[in-house]
Nanobody, 115 residues
Framework: QVQLVESGGGLVQPGGSLRLSCAASGSILSINYIGWYRQAPGKQRELVAGISIGGSRNYADSVKGRFTISRDNAKNTVYLQMNSLKLEDTAVYYC?????????WGQGTQVTVSS
């Protein structure tokens, strides 16, 4: 069982920055892939960024160059640094972990970009 707790969401103006954290129970070294997803009202949940156990990263086209995913194995935490935020980045952001044949979700954290 993996428990994920997201934090760091909030209200920010366009052009601002936020850093989201996803803290996992236990070592993240056993997790094959950790991703950040988001879901805006009336839209499907989409993958924003992910990082594999080997450190490979992938990003949605809409956030490339603005968002950076990273992991701190010592703290069992994955981060999503979000810069140059846009109105359309407003959503609930979820952390997802895949370990072997199972996947786990956090409860989500709200990010609101508004002037």
């Amino acid at each position: 069982q993996v428990q994920l707790v997201e934090s760091g969401g909030g209200l920010v103006q366009p052009g601002g920055s936020l850093r989201l954290s996803c803290a996992a129970s236990g070592s993240i070294l056993s997790i094959n892939y950790i991703g950040w997803y988001r879901q805006a009202p009336g839209k499907q949940r989409e993958l924003v960024a992910g990082i594999s156990i080997g450190g490979s990263r992938n990003y949605a086209d809409s956030v490339k160059g603005r968002f950076t995913i990273s992991r701190d194995n010592a703290k069992n935490t994955v981060y999503l640094q979000m810069n140059s935020l846009k109105l359309e980045d407003t959503a609930v952001y979820y952390c997802n972990a895949v370990r072997k044949a199972f996947e786990y979700w956090g409860q989500g954290t709200q990010v609101t970009v508004s002037s």
